[in-house]
């Protein structure tokens, strides 16, 4: 066994407890797509850690937060039959049916802006100031042919992620979007799976002001997500407003 | 769930959302913020049940994972800091308690060998453990919080850690006889 290996074993136990940073990191999920012994290693620590909240002392979640997840992957699992109810021949025309709504809720946007801007202050010019929220095109190189649209609620909390052209990820590997501010830790989006068309719709928890954020990114991390990224960018947005 | 059957993904919540939440509340020490990261992991795990694999063990350190994952982002998070500053949110700590009614006898013989297997690491292997299980901070972060060099706090995580696999992967290996 090379020094080096015996270097990396010595950072297994670290980089399960996600505590690597930088080029450390980087260097670790590397090896262990290699080395079958550091991703036994690996898997073996991960497990004990998952097991590490068992010994806490148990408590039972809110009763109303089951009807919360409940009522969220219902409409998700809507979402995906009625893909499956669109006809293959009209499948064409979901994407610029798609980017002709965000158009015109962003032409409303605007008009909207415009309104406030002419009235006085009043009760119709608060009714006015609920924007339709914020709308931002990633795009890049990293993936030929992908694109991802973030529309953000106007409470600036929420916001729908949706992907098309991205690759269909192996077991084990996920996609990670990330909220980058200016000097600050990078903050995770979520992660998300694309569907066998390369394609995904996504609920995002926004983690912080858009104002704040200085680049939204999406990057490929291990299945469990990421604290940093730890890959390209595969496709970036730094300007919306 | 594979098959987009929600009453699968029931019975994996009233399995598993106790344990989510209740990790989710010793990070981020606040139960709307902990509501939060239960209700992200549950429906993480619903958007990519196709890569989900049944037979990677018997507990699901991958649901673990996501929960733990998102608790640290939030724990990181400037408004998040904010409150601890001010006093809002008191950060929980490890210590177990007699088990609730709800526990099954199983479940509560597994976390005493859990609690016995934490409390026989030595103090400095647990600490560096706890503090980046539970706190997400990084090596070099633990070796300031402790006052240590990291060689040193690489080996107590290193040491603690196969001490922590040594006791505890016997009992929830999946190739495990029941």
Same mark, same amino acid.
């Given at each position: 066994?090379?020094?080096?290996?015996?270097?990396?074993?010595?950072?297994?136990?670290?980089? *399960?407890?996600?505590?690597?940073?930088?080029?450390?990191? &980087?260097?670790?999920? #590397?090896?262990? %797509?290699?080395? !079958? =012994?550091?991703?036994s290693q690996l898997e073996e620590y991960q497990a004990v850690l998952g097991s590490l909240p068992i010994g806490l002392a148990p408590?039972?979640?809110? *009763?109303?937060?089951?009807?919360?997840?409940?009522?969220? &992957?219902?409409?998700? #699992?809507?979402? %995906?039959?009625? !893909? =499956?109810?669109?006809p293959t021949k009209w499948r064409w025309a979901t994407w610029p049916l798609a980017v002709g709504l965000v158009t015109g809720m962003l032409a409303w946007s605007v008009w909207i802006q415009?309104?406030?801007?002419?009235r006085p202050p009043g009760p119709d010019v608060e009714a006015l100031a609920r924007r339709p929220g914020r709308l931002v095109i990633l795009t890049g190189t990293g993936v030929q042919g992908a694109s991802a649209r973030l529309l953000v609620a106007v409470d600036g909390r929420h916001g729908h992620?949706?992907?098309a052209g991205m690759r269909p990820l192996p077991p084990g590997r996920t996609y990670q979007l990330w909220f980058v501010p200016a000097s600050a830790t990078p903050a995770t989006g979520?992660?998300?799976?694309?569907?066998?068309?390369?394609?995904?719709?996504?609920?995002?928890?926004?983690?912080?002001?858009?104002?704040?954020?200085?680049v939204i990114a999406i990057t490929e991390e291990p299945s469990s997500g990421s604290r940093a990224p730890t890959g390209n960018y595969l496709l970036e947005a730094n300007a919306w407003r | 769930?594979?098959?987009?059957?929600?009453?699968?993904?029931?019975?994996?919540?009233?399995?598993?959302?106790?344990?989510?939440?209740?990790?989710?509340?010793?990070?981020?020490?606040?139960?709307?913020?902990?509501?939060?990261?239960?209700?992200?992991?549950?429906?993480?795990?619903?958007?990519?049940?196709?890569?989900?694999?049944?037979?990677?063990?018997?507990?699901?350190?991958?649901?673990?994972?996501i929960a733990r994952n998102r608790a640290i982002d939030l724990l990181r998070s400037r408004p998040h800091q904010a409150r601890l500053r001010e006093g809002e949110i008191i950060p929980g700590d490890?210590?177990?308690?007699?088990?609730?009614?709800?526990?099954?006898?199983?479940?509560?013989?597994?976390?005493?060998?859990?609690?016995?297997a934490l409390e026989s690491l030595p103090t400095a292997q647990r600490r560096a453990i706890e503090l980046a299980y539970y706190g997400g901070l990084t090596q070099s972060e633990i070796a300031s919080e402790l006052g240590e060099p990291l060689g040193t706090v690489k080996s107590w995580t290193r040491e603690g850690m196969e001490r922590l696999r040594?006791?505890?992967?016997?009992?929830?290996?999946?190739?495990?006889?029941?």
């Amino acid at each position: 066994m090379t020094e080096d290996h015996e270097q990396l074993i010595e950072n297994v136990a670290a980089y *399960a407890l996600d505590s690597l940073e930088g080029p450390e990191r &980087a260097r670790m999920a #590397a090896h262990v %797509g290699t080395c !079958e =012994r550091c991703a036994s290693q690996l898997e073996e620590y991960q497990a004990v850690l998952g097991s590490l909240p068992i010994g806490l002392a148990p408590i039972k979640p809110p *009763a109303e937060a089951w009807t919360a997840i409940r009522t969220a &992957a219902l409409q998700r #699992a809507s979402r %995906g039959r009625m !893909e =499956r109810i669109i006809p293959t021949k009209w499948r064409w025309a979901t994407w610029p049916l798609a980017v002709g709504l965000v158009t015109g809720m962003l032409a409303w946007s605007v008009w909207i802006q415009r309104e406030i801007s002419l009235r006085p202050p009043g009760p119709d010019v608060e009714a006015l100031a609920r924007r339709p929220g914020r709308l931002v095109i990633l795009t890049g190189t990293g993936v030929q042919g992908a694109s991802a649209r973030l529309l953000v609620a106007v409470d600036g909390r929420h916001g729908h992620l949706a992907i098309a052209g991205m690759r269909p990820l192996p077991p084990g590997r996920t996609y990670q979007l990330w909220f980058v501010p200016a000097s600050a830790t990078p903050a995770t989006g979520g992660t998300f799976v694309v569907d066998t068309a390369g394609r995904a719709w996504v609920s995002i928890a926004v983690p912080m002001s858009l104002d704040e954020t200085h680049v939204i990114a999406i990057t490929e991390e291990p299945s469990s997500g990421s604290r940093a990224p730890t890959g390209n960018y595969l496709l970036e947005a730094n300007a919306w407003r | 769930m594979r098959g987009g059957d929600e009453t699968a993904l029931e019975v994996l919540y009233k399995r598993y959302a106790g344990l989510v939440f209740t990790l989710a509340l010793r990070i981020v020490g606040d139960r709307e913020l902990a509501r939060e990261v239960l209700q992200d992991a549950f429906l993480r795990c619903w958007d990519g049940r196709e890569t989900y694999d049944a037979g990677r063990g018997r507990v699901p350190w991958w649901l673990i994972g996501i929960a733990r994952n998102r608790a640290i982002d939030l724990l990181r998070s400037r408004p998040h800091q904010a409150r601890l500053r001010e006093g809002e949110i008191i950060p929980g700590d490890a210590r177990t308690s007699d088990p609730g009614p709800w526990e099954a006898a199983d479940a509560v013989g597994l976390r005493r060998a859990i609690t016995s297997a934490l409390e026989s690491l030595p103090t400095a292997q647990r600490r560096a453990i706890e503090l980046a299980y539970y706190g997400g901070l990084t090596q070099s972060e633990i070796a300031s919080e402790l006052g240590e060099p990291l060689g040193t706090v690489k080996s107590w995580t290193r040491e603690g850690m196969e001490r922590l696999r040594i006791s505890l992967w016997p009992l929830i290996d999946p190739k495990r006889e029941e």
